[in-house]
């Protein structure tokens, strides 16, 4: 097997990843440290993120691509940016806009068709079970699709290209590794000479922060984040931030970019990103049942302290009520 050595914000963890054989003695199954295992198919009998492969969702997927690849350029992030930085749109709690991702189906994803509660509960379920003592990694978990409102009226309604989907930098070549790259030949962009050569508008290791991502839910749930002065470690707002970037995380592209710091993050999100993708399945989850962690997570201190001085000074991963 292999393994990750992972600076934790506070220790070190140590985690495993072997191959296990099946019955028919074939290794097909990845089984990580805490014992979480990655099924061989999705809940439709293919590979997971198989974005060729002739199924019920393939067309509209390739679909939403074109239209996301298209118009997700250097203007329009700004544009974007600029908007929803505002945050003045809703006020509330997380739970309550976890709840409203009940009515988010997601069209980019091939490998599922639940509402996105579902989602949000499984993976941070599966994250649970094998980091029992990472409060910041389960909550990290349950936050990290929430941007996904903004396809919602009161969000404005924007459209699924500009919600959902694989994320990329914008203002420099776009990477073959990024699904469906055959797509940005219509972005304007594309033939742009200030944004169409591999470093683009950016340079050597300027961090991640500088570089402007494609629009969409994870840089808004980031932007939410840290303007309602979160607390949630370095690493949690990384893995919100980065997590649809899999030209990245997965196929090492754009490393160029990153800063030190970054490439500690990266570590993190690598381990986030199994239980993100394998753990989304037919399974429930009954939410009921779980909610009541859930708020205590998000209603607790950061340091382990819960004393009267660290609850007066607001030391919480979130405030009650936060703005959108
Ligand atoms: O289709 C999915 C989905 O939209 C996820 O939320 C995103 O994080 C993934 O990167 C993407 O592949
Ligand atoms: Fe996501
Ligand atoms: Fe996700």
């Known amino acids: 097997g292999m393994t990750i050595l992972v600076e934790h914000p506070d220790s070190a963890v140590e985690v495993e990843e072997k191959k296990v054989s099946d019955q028919t003695g074939e290794e097909n199954e990845l089984v990580l440290d805490g014992g979480f295992v990655v099924p061989p198919t999705n809940a439709f009998g293919h590979t997971f993120r198989d974005y060729d492969v002739n199924s019920d969702r393939r067309d509209g997927v390739e679909e939403f691509y074109r239209i996301n690849h298209i118009n997700q350029s250097v203007d329009f992030v700004k544009r974007m940016r600029e908007e929803y930085g505002k945050l003045d749109k809703v006020e509330m709690s997380i739970w309550e806009c976890c709840e409203l991702l009940n009515e988010v189906v997601d069209e980019s994803d091939p490998d599922l068709d639940e509402p996105q509660i579902e989602h949000l509960l499984q993976t941070a379920e599966a994250i649970r079970k094998d980091y029992p003592d990472e409060g910041w990694l389960h909550l990290t978990a349950l936050i990290h699709d929430l941007g996904k409102v903004l396809h919602l009226p009161a969000f404005g309604e924007l459209p699924q290209w500009a919600v959902v989907g694989d994320t990329y930098p914008v203002g420099c070549a776009f ?21 169409n050569t591999k ?27 840290k303007e309602n002065k979160s607390t949630l470690p370095s690493a949690g707002l990384f893995i919100v931030r980065y997590h649809s ?3 990245l995380h997965r196929a090492g592209a754009y490393k160029h970019l990153m800063n030190e710091e970054d490439i ?34 998000i209603e607790k201190v950061k340091t382990n302290c819960s004393c009267y001085w660290s609850w007066m000074e607001g030391n919480f991963y979130f405030p009650a009520k936060l703005r959108w």
């Open 199 to 225: 470093y683009g508008i950016y340079s050597e290791g300027c961090g991640l922060d500088n570089v402007l991502m494609s629009w969409g839910h994870d840089d808004y749930m980031y932007l939410v984040a």
């Open 264 to 297: 500690e993050n990266l570590k993190w999100l690598k381990i986030f990103n199994k239980y993100d993708l394998y753990s989304k399945s037919k399974v429930r989850i009954d939410v009921e049942k779980v909610k009541p962690y859930y708020l205590s997570l």
């Open 245 to 247: 970037f899999y030209a």
């Open 175 to 195: 990477d073959e590794s990024t699904v469906h790259h055959k797509h940005f030949k219509k972005n304007p962009d594309y033939n742009n000479p200030a944004y």
